[in-house]
């Protein structure tokens, strides 16, 4: 049926208690279940759920505006990785939600909150287990999951989550910086801030994760063949992507929302920047865009 038609037939007060029920009642469903299952016939769900034979999980580490989400929507693409309907952190109560504090794009301001390591507390893991089981798509395959908070909890993922990959994407701090001040009320300098303090905090943790592969948002954009044939090598793919994929046009890829085909738009972000903008930027993240070799102006 089609909107216009749904709209037409169907009154709207009833429209907005369809529309609740479409909302919630599977997730009411899914905390019935938690309840009444029982220990062993939870475990029995989520471990045949969550079976990732001898594939692995894939998390996406990465600032918000880095292109996380165009990485997501690249290898949610490939047969044999498997999904969720959104981030992970936004299905499930058990671990906390950047966005519920009201900190969304800039979560290392709480790092009492998203700070975890992997002696970090585990008692919610039986429940984030069940709520991602309830809710990845079905079959084989990877377990993808690209929350950004997780960029802050990835020894804490590698220990509960085996076998793990880990797929770090950055971006210049420009970009990334304009992009959350455009999209927020936050200023630039604590836009800088949370940058340098997110990729500070990746450097220390990339050295105890056993299978992590970074990447840059410039590079995989201007050379996107080259990249997919390093993540298939880096995930052991059983199978490559499909090569008519780069033709594709992406939907979270840009400033203004138009579906457009894989492309570096730094220096829209750029443009957007002034002289005093630059040296605000500058003056916090030097050290950290150093390491990724990222030049400043």
Known sequence: MSRRLYHSLVPEPLRVQLSWARRHLPRLAEDVRWKVLGARGLASFVDSSLDVGPFSWIFILGCNNSGTTLLAELLGAHPLVRTLPKEGQRITGAIPNSATYGIGRVFSQRLDLFRWTEDSDARCVPRLRYDWACRYTKGQGYLLEKSPPNTLRSRWLQRHFAP???????????????????????????????????????????????????????????????????????????????????????KSHNIDGTPRHLQNLNDRSLQRLSRA?????NARVREQAAAFEYELL
Request: charged share 30%.
């Open 277 to 281: 903008d630059l040296d605000t930027i």
């Open 164 to 250: 793990a990959r880990f797929i770090v994407l950055v971006r210049h701090p420009y970009a990334v910086c304009e992009g959350i001040t455009r999209r927020t009320k936050y200023s630039l300098d604590e836009a800088a801030v949370h940058w340098a303090l997110v990729h500070r905090l990746l450097l220390e943790d990339v050295q105890r994760l056993e299978h992590c592969m970074t990447v840059r948002y410039e590079d995989l954009c201007e050379r996107p063949a080259e990249h997919l044939s390093r993540l298939e090598k880096f995930l052991q793919l059983p199978e490559p992507f499909d090569p008519s994929l780069l033709g594709r046009h992406f």
